[in-house]
């Protein structure tokens, strides 16, 4: 796996023997790029963690007495359509509209897209609006946005912008940054000038505002390191240990950014948030995007992560990025320096939800993600996972493609994160530990329902989904879960309990006793294996399916890439494979679960039959 902390933590790096064999990197970069050397994995591995002790009680000047502040409501839906119209209000008419345009030429009105967030293809309809304001810059724009503001950026290139709480932002005054003219015409190329220039777009602490259209041009190249320019193209950051606050209720939609040093979109803090239509490609040194700390409540859906070093989606919610970050806060000071304990995770958590509410802070895990028709292509010769997930809960992930990468399919597990150390390095031996949440992991990936995903690599040490640290209660269903090079499943002893699968196509399955850390050398007893409500190999699932049998089962099979990157925007390949069953198909076509079937397949179309993988017929 691959973990990169964000750029604001400074929380220790704690890696566990054997996660190098699985290509696993942990980096931290500090605010002042100081870094101190990690620790020897031999010394680390040899090195007894504290026994947990109750954590001690904070000052009586520090102890919370205000009432617990409602936690923020999410709204639980298997349709990602019903998830936008109830998170995403938005108001039917600009307050006012400002044009950024550095041309000496603004013109007076404007026409701009109207916008339609559950709309699947650019919007037929225009809005002829009067320009209230023009600015050269889009920072000077920023600064004078409010609640309910248009800012409209006219064809050229530009440097980016950062943006804070707008107090009378909120439902039915979102702020929306539209860029205008042609797909790319709009380009950024230079860094904001805040937070040492790190990110080109910078949304600290704030909340509905829609990011849309633009070019987010860097400069590295994919493994070439180090890389110049800022760190991502995108930074959704709540900054929780100053500010005390989530960003939230933001929109990234179709955009392209791209080359950037390490992250096409990077988010911290943050809930209530839809990423969707975008190209996120070709990151010099990590993932295409990246969603971690404690982020909850996101709808992730129709983008391309393509080419990049590592990861193409990371969803690492990191439980120890996002403690450090509470601790960090001034209600939190007085509060024991950081342990590598549960004990002492969970005295922290206990007093930040009767600080901040049950939602209201970063706690290491993330749940009511709907991650859905993205497709992942050409990521991860650094390794880690295409679809690489931490402390996601609660969450649906379903009609995704990935394929053609070098690293882990989907991979499920808790990040190593120091406070579940203990119990991963000791697996359980008996079915009653096995079945005991006390005793599990409590930063795995567990209850998770993943459906009609299809997922094809043929890579040596890897996974085509990875069920490991504590991700259990999974429902697994209509999957293509294929590696030929290794196992497809990969299931351990933290992760079998509750397992559900089914309806399946998949090639080996196997189930191991030791961490996944370690080369798998016993196998799990049938006793903990029982734990499953349906092994990953039963109720019908097809095992020892390999990709050579695939051609003659779907429409136009190949590794043909999935966009071709031109000029200053991109497109489809019109040699893109085609993973849709043929109609004949003995082994995709009508096997699936019928009752654990999306609406829709991975490009829009209505489900007719109960097909297995992305694609229906």
Known sequence: MISSRPARRASATILLAGLAALGTLHCEASRNAARAPSPPLAAVERAPLPHPAPPAALP??????????????????????????????????????????????????????????????????????????????????????????????SPGTYAGFSLG??????????????????????????????????????????????????????????????????????????????????????????????NHAQWGLHSTDTHSVLIQDNLFARSAG????????????????RNVFFESYASGLQCNLDPEASLAEVKKHPAFHDYPALAPTRAWAEGLLKLAAERFGEHGFPDGRGVNF?????????????????????????????????????????????????FDAAAVRAPPATASEAASLDRLPRWGCHDNLIRNNTVLLSNTKRAAILLVNGSYGCRLR??????????????????????????????????????????????????????????AEGNRTTTSVTRQKLPSEVVAYSNEPWVIIEGTWWRLN????????????????????????????LEGRARREADIGALGQ
């Open 574 to 601: 019109p040699k893109r494979p085609n993973f849709r069953p043929r109609s004949g198909s003995k082994l995709l076509a009508r096997q699936g679960d019928a009752s654990e079937l999306p609406p829709l397949d």
């Open 286 to 301: 990590e993932h295409s995007a990246y969603v971690s700390d404690g982020s909850d409540n996101y709808v992730i859906r």
């Open 370 to 418: 709907i991650l859905e028709e993205n497709v992942m292509n050409r990521n991860g010769r650094k390794g880690g996972g295409a679809l690489n997930l931490a402390g996601l809960q609660e969450s649906l992930i379903q009609n995704n493609l990935i394929y053609d990468n070098y690293n882990h399919g989907i991979a499920q597990w808790d990040n190593a994160n120091p």
């Open 60 to 153: 009586e000047e520090a102890q919370v007495t205000a009432p617990i502040p409602p936690s923020p409501v999410f709204y639980r839906t298997q349709r990602s359509d019903e998830w936008v119209e109830q998170t995403f209000i938005l108001q039917p008419k600009y307050r006012r509209v400002l044009l950024v345009d550095a041309s000496g030429r603004a013109p007076t009105t404007i026409r701009v897209p109207r916008l339609a967030l559950n709309a699947r293809r650019p919007a037929p309809e225009f809005d002829e609006l009067a320009v209230d304001q023009v600015f050269r810059t889009l920072q000077e724009a920023a600064d004078a946005a409010q609640g309910g503001y248009l800012v409209a950026v």
């Open 165 to 258: 709480d707008i107090p009378d932002a909120g439902d039915g005054r979102f702020v929306r940054f539209r860029a205008l003219g042609a797909p790319g015409q709009v380009i950024l190329d230079k860094p904001c000038q805040a937070d040492g220039q790190r990110w080109m777009v910078y949304l600290r602490a704030a909340h509905h505002v829609i990011i849309e259209g633009f070019n987010l041009a860097g400069a590295g190249e994919p493994g070439v390191l180090p890389a110049s320019g800022p760190w991502a193209g995108i930074m959704l950051d709540g900054d929780f240990g100053r500010t005390g606050k989530l960003a939230h209720h933001l929109a990234i939609v179709g955009n392209f950014s791209h």
């Open 478 to 535: 209509n999957n293509i879960l294929i590696n030929d090079a290794d196992v497809s499943i990969d299931v351990d002893a933290e992760s079998v309990f509750r397992l559900d699968a089914g309806h399946d196509v998949t090639g080996t399955v196997r189930y191991r006793a030791e961490p996944f850390t370690m080369p798998p050398l016993t196998a799990l007893s049938p006793a903990l294996r029982a734990l499953a409500i349906s092994p």
